[in-house]
């Protein structure tokens, strides 16, 4: 069976939501299609103390403000997204498989493991989460111990007495470490040394950040604005980690050993378990068959609209696709853009 619709949205997290608020808004014919069983996309599977390093007011998708102050936690992501869409009664059908997108006559065809869909727009928002990025190094298929990547990472007590070796510079690896050092041996590994923001500055600076830099980028220009500061939000637990001396970085290491890492150096550590930080590529097979990706793997947009073809946007994936898209603030913004696009080509 093959069902037709104006605008079909692929993905029901952040940036699906924000694509729905403003297609709702529009009165557009759309649909949005979701392989979670449960509303929240990426959200429901992160770890159990993760903290957003913006204040609720500041982390809120168009039209919906995020209930409470201070650092929401995943669980309150989880319930401020799944109540977002039943406040604005999106078209969400779940759960349902992409397995690919084709081009079609004058629409595009959606494959998926139910129906398949004909849509005058397709929008992608699959986000990251379920592709994980792991660096390939020297000896990694001879580790004895335990890989393991953010997406694996729920609480601290599995990891009771054994040592961890985070592996990279962002925020996640400094929450991680942080609740992880309360319970066990720990060391930290970055490719550069770790920058924290002063305590006063909050991830709205890290978003601020990344619109100017954004911009400039699109006049020709290079603006690093705050990026002396630092990149890494102090919340109360990484400040607490800071103040008991446990989020010093050793340097990369070049190699690894059926019982650890080794550095050039020759010396080497001893770990159980290499947890890699080390963030997430987009999730975009289900865009193979429009063979629109470029040598570096991504797809080439003006803005979010894939210039290969001119039926498809791309939504909530990171600085490629807006400026800090991949955030709840800037999925929103950076969709009210792409909205009025839509529905200005879906007039003509």
């Known amino acids: ?40 996309g990426a959200w429901q599977h992160m770890w159990e103390s993760l903290r957003l390093f913006s204040p609720g007011p500041f982390s809120s998708l168009p039209g919906r403000m995020m ?24 078209p969400i059908i779940r759960p349902l498989t992409v397995r690919a997108v084709h081009k079609g006559a004058s629409r595009l065809i959606v494959e998926t493991d139910q129906d398949d ?16 990025y792991v660096p390939y190094y020297p000896g990694v ?14 609480r601290p007590e599995a990891f009771r007495g054994r040592h961890v070796l985070v592996v990279g510079g962002g925020n996640s690896a400094a929450q991680i470490l942080a609740e992880l ?10 490719q550069r040394p770790p920058r ?15 619109t100017r830099r954004h911009r400039a980028a699109q006049a020709g220009r290079s603006d690093d604005g705050i990026g002396g500061l630092g990149d890494i939000v ?44 080390t963030g997430f590529r987009p999730a975009l097979s289900h865009l193979a068959p429009l063979r629109l990706r ?7 947009t003006d803005g979010t609209r894939a210039t290969g073809e001119p039926r498809l946007y791309l939504l909530g994936y990171g600085d490629w696709t807006g400026p800090a898209s991949a955030t709840l603030i800037g999925a929103g913004r950076t969709a009210r853009h792409m909205v009025a696009e839509i529905t200005a080509q879906l007039r003509r």
């Open 1 to 40: 069976m093959t069902r037709q619709v104006d605008v079909l949205v692929i993905g029901g997290g952040q940036a699906g939501l924000a694509a729905g608020f403003y297609l709702r808004r529009a009165k557009a014919d759309f649909v949005i299609l979701d392989a979670h069983e449960r509303p929240s």
């Open 67 to 90: 209930p409470g102050g201070g650092y929401p936690s995943a669980a309150d992501t989880v319930a401020y997204l799944a109540e977002y869409e039943q406040r604005y009664e999106l």
């Open 117 to 132: 869909w004909e849509a005058r727009i397709v929008v992608s928002a699959t986000g990251t989460w379920t592709c994980p």
């Open 141 to 154: 298929r001879d580790f004895r111990g335990e890989h393991l990547h953010t997406v694996d990472y729920r």
């Open 181 to 190: 050092s309360t319970v066990t041996q720990t060391t930290w590994v970055t």
């Open 196 to 210: 924290l923001l002063p305590d006063d500055i909050d991830g709205r600076a890290l978003f601020d950040l990344a």
């Open 234 to 277: 102090a919340i109360p637990s990484v400040r607490e980690a800071r103040d008991r001396g446990v989020l010093k970085a050793e340097p990369m290491f070049t190699r690894i050993t059926p019982t650890g890492v080794a550095w050039a150096d020759g010396s080497e550590l001893a770990c159980d378990v290499i947890l890699w930080c």
């Open 294 to 300: 470029g040598p570096d793997g991504l797809i080439p």
